[in-house]
């Protein structure tokens, strides 16, 4: 297990997802979202069940190390922050909801908002938000 590869699959599904809000019937998205441990590890496409107690713990406290943040703006930009050891890194894109998909570079995704989760599904991964208030 390698921590690049981790970072790379993080970023790439990420990346997967740009994303703009317009003014129609579409669930808003508005506002700050975070990305909580279990999703980043669920994402990371690691096989848990090969893993030792000792490694899935060692994975989990790498994760809580990680925070990752995706603000939609009312006018359709997409704010993706990653922090890690006391880096942080910022990625700007636009976004979309169009027929009931959000879609950001050229990519549709389907998504649904329910309560404070923002639930996102790609090529059958799914991202689950949590809106930061």
């Known amino acids: 297990m390698k921590l690049n590869k981790l970072i ?11 994303l703009t809000a317009c003014g129609s019937k579409e669930q808003s998205i508005v506002g700050k979202w975070s990305l909580d441990a279990d999703s980043m590890l669920a994402m990371s ?4 069940s090969s893993m030792s107690e000792e490694e899935k713990e060692l994975m989990k406290g790498m ?4 925070s990752m943040t995706m603000e939609f703006t009312a006018d359709g930009k997409a704010i993706l922050s990653m922090t890690m050891m006391g ?20 990519e549709p995704a389907e998504y ?7 639930s996102i599904t790609s090529e059958g991964q799914t991202l689950v938000m949590t809106k930061v208030k």
């Open 63 to 66: 994760l809580a190390m990680m």
């Open 45 to 48: 496409g690691e096989d848990l």
């Open 87 to 106: 880096e942080t890194e910022t990625e700007e894109t636009t976004y979309s909801l169009e027929d009931g998909k959000l879609v950001m570079e050229g």
């Open 8 to 18: 790379a699959v993080l970023m790439l599904v990420v990346l997967a997802f740009g």
């Open 112 to 118: 649904k908002v329910e309560g404070d989760k923002l």
